[in-house]
């Protein structure tokens, strides 16, 4: 299958010395309007992971917040390393406009966030 596609690029984000895939995975999962099943989740992502796509973006207001925890789930199934991947998340409006976003809240979501991909720290 990756034979059919051109070699994936990578550009270095900023002075940090991090190869970002120029293409990234979104975490909205859904088709046609309708939300994935896990297995098709699943397949999506290592299809992606294949292709070389080091980069995915989530976010816990994706439908039913699924998007982080396929994503978490797929990395712990396919047993890829967490240094091999670049996440992203975000934090809905939602979210934000309840709590103001001090130091310790904007901690405590990443802490969650992390979490749902299974991440421990």
């Known amino acids: 299958m990756a034979d059919e596609f051109p070699e994936m690029q990578y550009r270095t984000l900023g002075l940090t010395g991090l190869k970002i895939s120029v293409i990234g995975f979104g975490g909205w999962l859904t088709r046609q309007g309708s939300l994935a099943d896990k297995d ?9 992971y294949d292709l070389g796509v080091n980069f995915f973006d989530t976010a816990e207001g994706h439908p039913a917040a699924l998007s982080e925890t396929f994503l978490g789930q797929a990395i712990k199934r396919f047993g890829w390393k967490q240094t091999d ?21 904007i901690s405590e979501v990443l802490q969650e966030q992390l979490n749902a991909y299974g991440f421990i720290i």
Request: proline share 3%; charged share 25%.
């Open 40 to 48: 098709t989740a699943f397949e999506c992502i290592k299809w992606a």
């Open 85 to 105: 991947l670049v996440i992203s998340t975000k934090v809905s409006r939602e979210r934000a406009c309840v709590r103001p976003l001090l130091l310790f809240s």
